[in-house]
């Protein structure tokens, strides 16, 4: 199809999916392979996630014509963490801009952990991007609103509109976080010093910690990934939530940082434009075709879910959703190429 950016026509071409039956036996095929797996650890380091069952796992892939393919417990609900990176991001691009907000926050991978405060000092107060801690609340206080609830409540209607229906706030976990995030308000001062953020950072870190705290599924994560794989538009409802442009943006990034310091390993394995989150959930974007949303407690020493990683190495290769695969033409097809 073709994709009209700044009056200049971009031809995409991203292919298709397996049919309807072979999608639906490769993830039960993939949430069968993986389930055994006990590697990893719950997260502990905000007391409410080290209650999470390490049993639970969830995988949904969700097309970009609005089918839906869901094994396991994929409907069960968890805080959707470092994952609202993401679609925040988005809904900020959508308002002010690629320019203007590459500006103000980077898109280069850290190298260093997603709540590093070096990496703030090693490049004179910039956010690197906006997938760790501090270019994530860099990012939160660019959100429109005159207060910081109209602010929070423009990202609970934009993540909603992304999942397709109202998310809410998981009480309990905003309490921990809030109880326990000593490390983000000093980050949030530290952006405050550099002049990067201009309102009150501790009034900012607290609206960050509630989107962290928004409840999602599985089968949530695909629809948003969806929604990005396909323009913008939700595959469920049809809304378009945020522009092309916007998804082009938000998915180079996801590729380049998503996975933290690992996103490069990621990459070279799986990849796909990628988002994990400490509380076990990743969405894991195929542009064109659709997204992968799983959800598994058991975390590497990264942070990110072990058996979400197996399951969506498995599927990227059986459904053929790496960004980088290619196969050699046909004969008939040189033959016609000379």
Same mark, same amino acid.
């Given at each position: ?109 850290t ?5 590093s ?8 107060g ?31 209607? $934009?993540?909603?509109?992304? /999942?397709?229906?109202?998310?809410? =706030?998981?009480?309990?976990?905003? #309490?921990?976080? *809030? %109880?326990? !995030? ?10 405050q010093?550099y ?27 695909a ?57 076990? $959930?990743?969405?894991?974007? /195929?542009?064109?075709?659709?997204? =992968?949303?799983?959800?598994?407690? #058991?975390?590497? *020493? %990264?942070? !990110? ?21 290619s ?5 008939e ?6």
């Amino acid at each position: 199809m073709d994709i009209d950016v700044d009056g200049v026509a971009q031809q995409v071409s991203t292919g298709r999916l397996p049919g309807w039956d072979r999608v639906e036996a490769l993830v039960r095929e993939a949430h069968q392979t993986y389930s055994s797996a006990t590697a990893g650890a719950v997260a502990d380091y905000i007391p409410v996630l080290a209650a999470a069952d390490p049993e639970l796992f969830g995988l949904c892939v969700a097309e970009v014509d609005g089918g839906l393919h869901q094994v396991g417990d994929a409907e069960v609900t968890f805080s959707i963490q470092s994952i609202s990176k993401a679609f925040v991001y988005a809904l900020v691009c959508e308002t002010f801009g690629h320019e203007e907000v590459l500006e103000r926050v980077g898109v280069n991978n850290t190298g260093l952990a997603f709540n590093s405060v070096m990496a703030v000092e090693l490049n004179g107060g910039h956010p690197r991007n906006p997938m760790v801690n501090a270019g994530a609340i860099a990012t939160t206080a660019m959100m429109p609103g005159a207060t910081p609830a109209e602010q929070w409540q423009q990202i609970r209607d $934009g993540l909603s509109r992304f /999942a397709g229906h109202p998310l809410e =706030l998981d009480e309990e976990v905003y #309490r921990s976080e *809030a %109880a326990t !995030n000593l490390r983000n308000r000093a980050i949030g001062r530290l952006l405050q010093s550099y002049g990067r953020i201009a309102v009150d950072p501790l009034e900012v870190v607290d609206t960050y910690t509630r989107q962290c705290s928004l409840r999602v599924s599985a089968r949530d994560l695909a629809v948003m990934g969806a929604t990005l794989a396909d323009g913008g538009v939700n595959p469920l409802t049809g809304e378009r939530v945020v522009s092309a442009q916007v998804c082009t943006d938000t998915l180079a990034v996801l590729a380049s940082t998503g996975m933290y310091e690992n996103s490069g390993e990621w990459l070279f394995e799986i990849g796909l434009p990628a988002k994990s989150g400490v509380s076990g $959930g990743i969405v894991a974007i /195929a542009p064109g075709k659709g997204a =992968l949303g799983t959800f598994s407690p #058991r975390l590497d *020493a %990264a942070g !990110n879910s072990v058996r979400g990683q197996r399951a969506a190495a498995h599927l990227s290769r059986t459904l053929g959703l790496n960004v980088f695969a290619s196969t050699a033409r046909s004969p008939e097809r040189q033959e016609q190429d000379r």
